[in-house]
């Protein structure tokens, strides 16, 4: 029992540093519902892994990249449109899960646990890709954090200096594609997007650089992950909706600090 919480204790550092970066810049990138589209849209990738009996953390690395480079080309090219055309993307993805686990031989216990997650059954191959997920995120925000804040607040500064907005824009996607990937076994498809998303909100509200705004929605989500694992110990019920209700809770209480 104790290698399974350790593991988990493991899983939530590694994932709050993603959270604190990437669930930063959806947040004040607007891109909840493109970050919906991908993780929902991933179980495509599952799906696919299952079917050909290929590792689920490669296949679906690149099928949620090509995901993320399709929207960032919808949301470029189709800005009128984008809200219909995310969601077929997270339709279309989804529907491509289905078919290729009902092509596949056998009872697929392995596909529901990716809907859902278990931060309790994370294993070594996990927190490994997590890891160096992780590496590939703070780099990034270190050598591009004021391209990142350009691209987010004023774009035109991107341009007027020769830089390439879309492609980092693009570049952007990918990097949260992979951190839903790294997500999937610890929290589940279904409620990736309010762990992302959640600890980011509440720490904008009480920060005024972006900076700030990334390490305390690290610690929130660290802070909301233990908590969970350790209501979930004492309870015997499960982790992921028990964090994702904390981290509402904390939430509704922070919607009564005055702007």
Known sequence: MWDLISSSIYASILLSIAIAVIGSLIVINKTTAITGSIAHGSFGGIGLALFLGSSVIFTTSLFTALLAVIL????????????????VIWAVGMSIGIIFLSLTPGYQSDALSYLFGNILLVENK????????????????????HRF???????????????????????????????????????????ILALFTIPALIAEKFTKKFYS???????????????GILISFFYDISPTPTIVIIAAVALILSLFKKS
């Open 72 to 87: 960032a080309f919808i949301t470029i090219k189709f800005p009128h449109r984008q809200d219909s055309l995310i969601g």
């Open 126 to 145: 996990d927190l490994i890709f997590m890891g160096i997920i992780d590496i590939l995120i703070l780099i990034s925000i270190v050598f591009f954090y």
């Open 149 to 191: 804040l350009a691209m987010s607040y004023d774009r035109e500064f991107l341009t007027l200096r020769g830089i390439n907005a879309n492609l980092l824009y693009i570049y952007f996607l990918i990097l949260t594609s992979l951190t839903i990937v790294m997500s999937v076994r610890a929290i589940g498809i279904i409620l």
């Open 213 to 227: 705004m990334m390490i305390l929605s690290g610690i929130l989500g660290a802070i909301f992950m233990l908590s």
